[in-house]
């Protein structure tokens, strides 16, 4: 289980994160709900060390979280936005680089570990392409396996459907869905409430640094004047 415990963070004086206290549990979706600013994406930046929480902190599975080393030990995968990719390393490149890098493994191993990998995501046939000749949908996939050869525990999708054609969002739930299905903790910070109807998983929703209210999804689309915060920014009022 993933702990958050009084998580504060500001900037220029202005509160992005207000006292976040949570829990997720493996294998569990949890959704940071909100429009652009409200924390939602600081908070997955803190956990994956891009950012330092002005105090707070996480535990996992009952141990404290040393932020420190979370790029050491890749407790934490990070999904952005724009993938972040090698662009000039053909996508089992992109792959067998990062395994060969930091989990030092022989280039025969990263190679067997990478093609499984690319298999699994179905990009066997794009292995000598390069980023900027994938699909949007293709990229974050690329994304995933790359972060998953790290065996992380925890993965963070940033606005995972932003940079994606709308036609895909269905997609990116199955990417998200499965990633929980074994046994994953997965956060995901959205505004997009069409991706929220298509994930089981528990909704934060974040206002001024806040967490406002708190439903799974399935109570939520089942009895929505139970959460009418959550009601009222799904339906853009």
């Not at 992109?94 to 990263?110: G, L, M, Q, R, T």
């Not at 995933?144 to 739930?173: G, K």
């Amino acid at each position: 289980m993933l702990k958050v415990k009084n998580l504060n963070k500001s900037f220029n004086n202005k509160k992005i994160l207000d006292e976040i206290t949570l829990e997720v549990k493996m294998g569990e979706i949890a959704v940071f709900l909100g429009e652009s600013g409200v924390g939602k994406s600081t908070l997955l930046r803190i956990l994956a060390n891009l950012e330092k929480p002005d105090s707070g902190h996480f535990e996992l599975n009952g141990e404290r979280l040393k932020l420190e080393t979370i790029n050491k030990n890749h407790l934490v995968g990070m999904i952005f936005q724009n993938f972040n990719l090698f662009e000039h390393m053909t996508t089992l490149e992109n792959i067998v680089f990062v395994i060969e890098k930091v989990e030092k493994k022989s280039h025969d191993a990263a190679m067997q570990i990478a093609l499984n990998l690319l298999h699994q995501f179905c990009l066997t046939e794009k292995i000598n392409v390069y980023p900027s000749d994938l699909s949007g949908g293709q990229k974050q996939r690329l994304a995933i396996a790359r972060s998953l050869a790290l065996n992380p525990q925890i993965m963070c999708f940033d606005e995972p459907t932003s940079a994606l054609d709308p036609t895909l969002t269905n997609f990116v739930a199955q990417n998200i869905k499965a990633l929980a299905k074994n046994g994953l903790i997965t956060l995901v910070a959205t505004h997009d409430t069409i991706l929220l109807q298509k994930l089981p998983a528990t909704i934060f929703l974040m206002k001024n640094g806040k967490i406002i209210e708190k439903a799974k999804t399935a109570d939520f689309y089942a009895k929505q004047e139970a959460f009418p915060c959550i009601k009222k920014f799904i339906q853009g009022d």
